[in-house]
């Protein structure tokens, strides 16, 4: 079993909020220049990470995780692992490095979208997280993280009508998955910069 952290959206651009959750996620084959026991490894040090960040250890959790990452090179998890680590140590810079190499490797990864998005947006780097979501919009138009994400990018940016309609879209994404949390959170917002 795979371990894995990801970022939720209502963590947003303001803030970047590392939640454990177990991944069934399997790894992709061996490569020529990976053996079955390197991945093995990989996978325990991965797991070893996970375990740390769990505990608060962040620079523990970070060696784990580039350990996975030099046993595995091609580790997509392990490099988004890697940046959440980086960015609950405060490092955006490198957290912004694991989240793009992550997507390099695996851009079918929502989550990596909005890591990257969100790492850049605590970066100041407003409008390049605002590409990145609009990204894991277009592909996942149903992913009620990237909404909202996208809408915090859109209040540090002032265009209040295009927030309003980020907003309202992640809720109704998020109604339909019963996550009555971000609703209560997303109708505070919106209660907040409506007149």
Known sequence: MIRHFFTCGL?????VTAIPRISHATLPP??????PGDLEQAEAYN????????QGKFIEAVAAFEQAIALYPDYDTAYNNLGIAYAQLGN????????????????GN????NNLGSALGS???????????????????????????????FLNQNQLSEAISA?????????????FRAIQ??????????P
């Open 110 to 113: 929502v989550e990596y979208y």
């Open 92 to 107: 955006f810079s490198a957290a912004v490095s694991a989240f793009e190499q992550a997507l390099t490797l695996n851009a």
């Open 167 to 179: 907003l309202k879209t992640a809720r109704n994404l998020y109604e339909i998955r019963n996550n």
């Open 123 to 153: 970066l100041g780097r407003i409008a390049e997280a605002t590409n990145v979501l609009r990204e894991a919009i277009a592909r996942y138009p149903n992913e009620p993280d990237s909404h909202f994400n996208l809408a915090i990018a």
């Open 30 to 35: 061996v490569s020529q220049r990976t053996s």
């Open 185 to 194: 959170q997303i109708n505070q917002i919106l209660q907040d910069l409506e």
């Open 11 to 15: 963590a947003g651009l303001v803030l």
């Open 47 to 54: 797991n070893q990470g996970y375990d740390l960040a769990s």
